[in-house]
């Protein structure tokens, strides 16, 4: 016996209906797509560990998917490519961690519309394009006068390397930081145009221990290994920046300007996936948020000048002290 046609066809609507609804509750649970590009090593305990932390973080706390890609040159051509291979792969969100990826990210963006895009530390902005800032540069003003005021022999230093905004702002910073606490003390600064080689930073640090450099701030990556290296063998201080050197090398550091850029790359993330995309916008990340930025000072430090450095930082979350982020003046020579 026949069923009637109106039966079947009840039957199947309840049963589309049925799919339907499972299909649009698998579509609802489908996390968003995540991709994120470090022009470094993710293992390098600076910089771009710091980024694929908060990666990590956002995937745990955010439920999103994660993609990256690592050990990219900082070249315009090779970021460029490495993007628009990220971008190709259709995720929802295109990260692009630190400041030399400005350029790059701005071209692709405009390639993909329906992807957004962040570049952390950058000051790029567009209609699927913004930028998240860390203001290292607020940290680095403290730690410029942590140096001036502990220095012996009047004299400080300063290494870097990849000339990018982001730690240009930071050298500058730090060198006003130098002259707010004593404008007597001289500044040995450096950009080697390299963040991870152990052999040169460590030929740079050497060279400015011989022009008396009491205490030296790396701006590094993977090459601070080699600064610290010739600091303790010469019995020099160093202060780190990103993370908390201090923790790491006590012997050898007596502050770390914290920069946690993973915060910005995790807020990104947050923002993204809470539907606050903050398109064609820079946002800042600084003191007022100390768990992003701050000065972590040895317990060496005496209180005294502790005392300082905590007075100055809260006149800049006041607004009353301003930190510049623009210096001219001769740099220290790289050794051939």
Known sequence: MSM???????RSLLA????????GSVRAQTPKKVAALFAGRIDDRGFMQAGYDGLKLAEARLGVSVAFRQGVQPKPEELTAALRE???????LVIAHGGQNNAAAKAVAAEFPAVRFVVTQGN???????SYEVLQEQSAFLAGMLAALTTRTGVVGHMSGIRVTPGLKGRAAYAAGVAHADPKVMLLTNFSGNQDDNALSEKIARAMIAKDAQVIFTMLNAGRNGVIAAC???????????????????????????ADSGRALFDAVADFTAGKFAAGEVKHLGLQTPEAVRLVMAPSVPVEIRGRI?????????????????????????PV
């Open 232 to 258: 303790r063998e010469l019995g020099v201080k160093q202060i780190g920046n990103v993370g908390d050197w201090t923790a790491i090398a006590p012997d050898v550091f007596i502050a770390s300007a914290f």
């Open 124 to 130: 790029v902005t567009g209609p699927n394009l913004a």
């Open 86 to 92: 990220l971008a190709a792969a259709g995720p929802d």
């Open 16 to 23: 589309l209906a049925g799919t339907a609804l499972a299909a």
């Open 310 to 334: 905590e007075a100055a930082a809260s006149s800049i979350i006041a607004g009353s002290l301003k930190v510049p982020v623009e210096w001219t003046g001769a740099e220290f020579p790289t």
């Open 4 to 10: 009637s046609p109106m039966r079947i066809d009840r």
